[in-house]
């Protein structure tokens, strides 16, 4: 394939927006009620001198990247505009220049390594090159003309061998052999305080949109959960129950997977749950329909532990745990099997995750290792959309999606800004209860118009709506 082309980062400008829940998310050590959601926007510099601008967004989620309790949510907000300023200044220092992975591999060690000298761990560092990799790429697809689709099939980020274990492995047939599709299932998140059904206690917003699990298959017809279970045995199976016993009444199949959010010290723990699952005739069903179990064990001791014996009866993936580029491949040597791709932890490493699963299940002659999609409560605009777009393109069948439930759709948006993005793509949006929000019909989300000019968005946001960071 023809050379990916060169040019330089010329600008970064970061933003951020606040976004307040319509319900409460309740996910490992933090309930989650209102979080700000940052914004990248990049003006590439090519060749001949024409320039480009792309942007990207991503949820300043925390309690995710650092889970000390010893530091406020404040304090995770403050970390990640950190890193994101750092990022910034990284990408703009070195005016020589690259292709777009050229950018990301160029700058990616020594992030890492000015981030560890401030204590950051790696999942956090990696938040801030995720965004400003985006908005780069963003810029080169529209310089281009191209979708983002039409852009990675052809490999025009020049992604290559950056790490040793893909030497002589070919990216440009593994990307151009990728096959986006016209929509995806939707997978629904149960938080730990979600109510199941009606009859559960709980404040009712009353909003007209659903609130309760019930609610959710009968508006939105979700055949895929992700169910979220705290560490506490006797209690999730209790939960377990009163979900089960709700999806248990759908007349087809339904699938779930169980997030453990690093809850459980060790795979003993994770088998204590399994097997009292598996007891339970209430839980039959749903034990059946589990596809994978997700991060149970802490991250400090997830990777120190072999779960080849633990007998779980079903494939485990890592999320937290995954801080750096190689992070998947000793998750495997200790009985992994999957690992999640989140745009947070950067979509270039999504794509060398994906390629190390084609390359390990070809020598194994079997598809058994995978990645699963999932959501850090992606926004309404150009987060859902470029998550979308690449989970869509890397061939995962289903994404946790998650923040249109919690969130009120575009409603804190400008109206203007709203009303473009449902103009720009009116199969992934509806406009319903007064707001321009993620459309999911028969629990699928139609993808046809993210194959637009760009990374995935044929509208951008009001920059000037929102606070400037730099």
């Known amino acids: 394939m023809a050379e990916a082309p060169r040019f330089r980062v010329r600008e970064i400008e970061l933003y951020e927006h606040p976004v307040v829940l319509r319900l409460p998310f309740r996910f490992g050590v933090v309930t989650l009620r209102e979080c700000p959601q940052a914004f990248a926007r990049a003006r590439i510099e090519l060749a001949d001198g024409a320039s480009a601008w792309g942007a990207a967004a991503e949820m300043m989620a925390p309690k995710w990247f650092d889970k000390s309790l010893q530091l406020s949510n404040e304090d995770n907000f403050d970390q990640l505009r950190d890193v994101l300023r750092m990022a910034r200044v990284a990408y703009l220092a070195d005016a020589a220049p690259a292709a777009a992975f050229g950018h990301f591999a160029r700058h990616h060690g020594g992030h890492l390594a000015a981030c560890e000298a401030r204590g950051f761990n790696p999942l956090l560092a990696s938040y801030g090159p995720a965004l400003i990799d985006r908005a780069v790429f963003d810029a080169l697809c529209r310089s281009r003309n191209l979708s983002f689709a039409q852009a990675m099939r052809g490999n025009l980020p020049g992604v290559d061998a950056a790490h ?54 009968a508006a939105w017809g979700h055949r895929y959960f992700k169910l979220k279970v705290g560490g506490q045995i006797d209690a999730d199976l209790a939960r377990l129950e009163s979900i089960a016993a709700v999806l248990d009444r759908l007349p087809h199949p339904y699938f779930a997977s169980l997030d453990g959010n690093e809850q ?36 400090k001791l997830a990777l120190a532990t072999d779960l080849g014996g633990a007998q779980l009866g079903k494939p485990v993936i890592i999320d937290e745990s995954d801080g750096e580029l190689g992070t998947f491949a000793q998750a495997r040597e200790r009985g992994y099997d999957g ?33 699963s999609a999932e959501d850090l ?27 249109h439930y919690y969130v009120n759709g575009m409603a804190a948006q400008p109206q203007a800004e709203q009303d473009a993005f449902l103009a720009a793509h009116p ?16 629990g699928r989300i139609a993808l046809g118009s993210l194959q637009c000019p760009g990374f995935a968005s044929g509208a951008m946001p009001d920059f000037s709506a929102m606070t400037r960071l730099v």
């Open 427 to 442: 199969d992934l949006y509806e406009r319903s209860h007064g707001a321009v929000r993620l459309r999911i019909v028969g």
């Open 339 to 371: 690992v999640s791709s989140k745009t947070c932890k950067g979509f270039y490493k999504s794509v060398l995750n994906a390629a190390r699963c084609a390359r390990w299940n070809a020598e194994a002659g079997e598809p058994r290792y995978f990645m």
């Open 164 to 217: 040793p274990e893909f030497s002589g492995f070919d990216f440009d047939a593994f990307l151009a052999e990728l096959q986006p599709s016209g929509s995806i299932e939707a997978r629904h998140t149960v938080g730990m305080v979600d109510a199941i059904t009606a009859a559960d206690p709980h404040e009712r917003v009353n909003d007209g949109l659903p609130e309760t699990l019930e609610e959710v298959i």
């Open 377 to 403: 409560t992606t926004q309404a605009g150009l987060s859902v959309q470029q998550d979308l777009a690449l989970v869509n393109l890397l061939g995962i069948a289903h994404v946790e999606r998650n923040g």
């Open 264 to 299: 459980y010290s060790d795979a003993a723990g994770v088998a204590e749950l399994v097997a009292g699952m598996r007891a339970r005739p209430g839980l039959a069903r749903l034990w059946q329909s589990i596809l994978f179990i997700e991060q149970p064990i802490a991250r």
